[in-house]
C-alpha cells in the first residue's frame, strides 16, 4: 500500500520527532539515566486529587461542562491571572483548555491561514513549530542571542517581518532553552506587534520556574496588547498535574467566540474532572509551587557544577527559568547533536535530547532537564565524566 498517497501532504513533509525517536530508542536499554524528561517527576499534591475524588462522588464529573469550563475555575483563573500575571480578567475572557497544548492549538487554527508566516525565536519547543505547520501557517525561526542567554534578536526579528506575517509565537520561561524574556525586551516585542498588526500568542507554561533575580512577565498585561495577545497557561508544571491535561487561555473577548470555533471541534470541552482539581490547585495552597521551585534550583545548581566539571565537552548559559538547559557540544564529533545523543545512549546509557529537534539554531546543542532526581543527575554525569576523560 502507498500510504504516501493517502496522507496530508502538510504531514508528510514533517520530520520525524527527534525527541520521540530517542524516546524509543532509550526503551531498548536498560539502566538508562535520563535527562531528557520535560515533565515533573514529583507527584500530584494529595489535596489536589482529593477534591477530584470528591468530585467523582458528588457525580459533577459525569458530563461535558460548557465548553469554556465551569465558571468556579475560569473565576479562580482571573484571580491568579490578576495576582500573578497583572492582567485584568473576566471569565468570559477565559477558555479552561485540555493542557496549554490544545489552548495553542486553538489559538494557532483561529488565527492563521495558510501561508500566513508565524516568527517563532530559535531553538524554540517542536510543538509550537509543528502546531504551525498543521494550521498550514510558515513558522519562520529567528535565532536567539545564545551569548546573552538566549534572549530576543529584537532586530532580527524586526527585519523577519514581511506582509505574510501574521503572529509571533514564543514560550518564556523557555523550552528549550530556559531563557527567561525580560520585561524590556518584551515591550519591545509589543511595539513590534502594535506597529505591525500582527497577532501574538504566548505559551507560559513554565511561568512559575523562575530563578536568581529574573522575573516573569506577561505581554498581555500590557493594556495596548490586550487586543491582539492570546496567552496561554497551565497546570501541568506548577502543579504536576502532567496527566490531567487541564490548562486555560486568556484573550480579549473579541477574540473569545472565535477561538472557541477551533476549541470545540478539538476537544469539546477539557476533562471536567480535572477541571474540579485545577479549581482546588487554584484555591488551596500553593507551597507545592515554592517547594518545587527550590527543587529545580538545586538540581539547576547542581547541573551546572557538573557541566563546569566538563568544560571541555560542554559550554553552556546558565537557565534563567523552567527546568531545562541547553548546552553547546565543543567536541569534534558534537555538530551533528542528533549522532551525539545517540553516542551518549548506546555508549553509556545516558539519555538526552537532540538539540536539533528545536530548530536549526538548535544544532550542535543537546537539552538537558534537571526535573530528575539529583542521584539521577550525578549518576548521568559520573557516567560522562568517566566515558569524555577515556576518550
Ligand atoms: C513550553 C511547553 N509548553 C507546553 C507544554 C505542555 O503543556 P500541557 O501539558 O499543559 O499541554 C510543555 C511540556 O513540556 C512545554 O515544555
Redesign the pocket.
Known sequence: MNYKTKMAKRVLEMEKSAIHEMTSLSKKYSDVAFLSW??PSSGTPEFIKTAAVDAINKGLADGYSTSSGILELREAICDKLESFNKINASPHEIISTT????G?AAAIFATIDPGDEVILPDPT?S?HIRQVLLASGIPVLVPTLENEGFSLDIDAIRDAITPKTKAILY?SPA?PTGAVFSEKQLRQLADIALENNLVVIT?E??ESFIFDDYKHFSIASIDEMKPRTISCF???KNYAM?GW?I?YLHAHEDLIPQITKAHIPLTICPPVISQYAALAALRGSQDCITKFNKIYLEARNLMCDRLDELSAVFDYQKPRGSYLMFPRILTDDGQDSMVFCKKLLHNIQVSTTPGIAFGPSGESHLRLSFCVPSEMINDAFDRMDNYFSKK
Open positions: 520535560a515533565k493542557g496549554a497544548i490544545e495553542l519547543y510543538t514560550c523550552n505559551d507554561a513554565y497551565t497546570f501541568t502532567t491535561r490548562g
